[in-house]
Nanobody
């Protein structure tokens, strides 16, 4: 299983970006997927997540500005980021708890490569 993230870039404060993440490979089930971010010298933090039932969770600092959703397939997620602030600048990582055939209840954590988001005037 591999997770491929895309959509980062540079924007001015108040701008918008959309990140996408697609899991590929032979997948049985996706329990939850989400986005983390990491600032230089700091620990990686969970930004938003979405479960297989559609329940979402956000850190307080992005509520009302970011929206996580599923893409066209069950193993694709999107993160719409609006009203971006300089403090949103970070490397964003896609994450998923995924099981494969033969190990249907053994959910393992997979990470995508990071994508840089820079918010600066």
């Amino acid at each position: 299983v591999q997770l491929q993230a895309s959509g980062g870039g540079s924007v001015q404060p108040g701008g918008s970006l959309r990140l996408s993440c697609a899991a590929s490979g032979i997948i049985f089930s996706v329990r939850v997927m989400g986005w983390y971010r990491q600032l230089p010298g700091k620990q990686r933090e969970l930004v938003a997540s979405i479960t297989n039932s559609g329940s979402t969770n956000y850190i307080d600092s992005v509520k009302g500005r970011f929206t996580i959703s599923r893409g066209s397939s069950r193993s694709t997620i999107l993160l719409q980021m609006n009203s971006l602030k300089p403090e949103d600048t970070a490397v964003y990582y896609c994450n998923g708890a995924i099981s494969i055939p033969g190990y249907e209840y053994d959910y393992r954590t997979y990470w995508g490569q990071g994508t840089q988001v820079t918010v600066s005037s």
